[in-house]
């Protein structure tokens, strides 16, 4: 009973291409599953940092899934350009999105203090920073997460039990 490295290589490979799948599947329903469960990160620092994560996992991924195309290739050098020219294209393009992305929330001073956790009500913007853009603007009640992640849902002021709340400024 010996070990067969050819075995070992060939689940070592697959198990590579099943994560850069997985980390391309996160990417893709990550914006997705922050909306439907009404997260944000806590800060512009935190997702800058989320930012520069991605652009450099999913080019990343994106060259172990072409790595395996490599392979199969008879001309192997037109594989190589291949791969690089795929994790350069791939990287740009998150860049170019990442640095031209005007558009952002901001969540306001506190209106309200929650008496008995640390949740707030205040307002959460998103706006785009131009003069005539026309900025969303909600009242939401939010709950932040040990600094990165915030917890939001939407409230309406007419309907809190203002003996749960204390009014800031």
């Not at 994560?53 to 990343?60: C, D, E, G, S, T």
Request: overall charge positive; aromatic content about 14%.
């Amino acid at each position: 009973m010996g070990i067969n490295l050819n075995n070992i290589i060939r689940n070592i490979n697959l198990k590579r291409r099943i994560l850069a799948f997985i980390i391309l599947g996160i990417w893709l329903v990550r914006p997705i599953i922050f909306s439907i469960i009404n997260i944000d990160f806590a800060n512009n620092n935190i997702e800058l940092l989320n930012d520069i994560l991605w652009i450099i996992l999913v080019p990343f991924s994106v060259g172990v899934i072409s790595y395996e195309s490599y392979k199969k290739q008879i001309n192997k050098s037109n594989g190589i350009s291949g791969i690089v020219v795929a994790v350069l294209f791939t990287f740009f393009i998150l860049l170019f999105f990442n640095l031209f992305n005007l558009c952002g929330l901001t969540y306001s001073e506190p209106i309200f203090k929650n008496k008995y956790n640390k949740s707030i009500i205040c307002t959460r913007t998103y706006d785009c920073g131009a003069y005539d853009s026309d900025p969303s603007t909600e009242l939401v009640e939010m709950t932040n997460y040990y600094g990165i992640i915030i917890c939001y849902s939407y409230v309406d002021l007419k309907t809190i039990d203002n003996n749960d709340w204390i009014k800031q400024k």
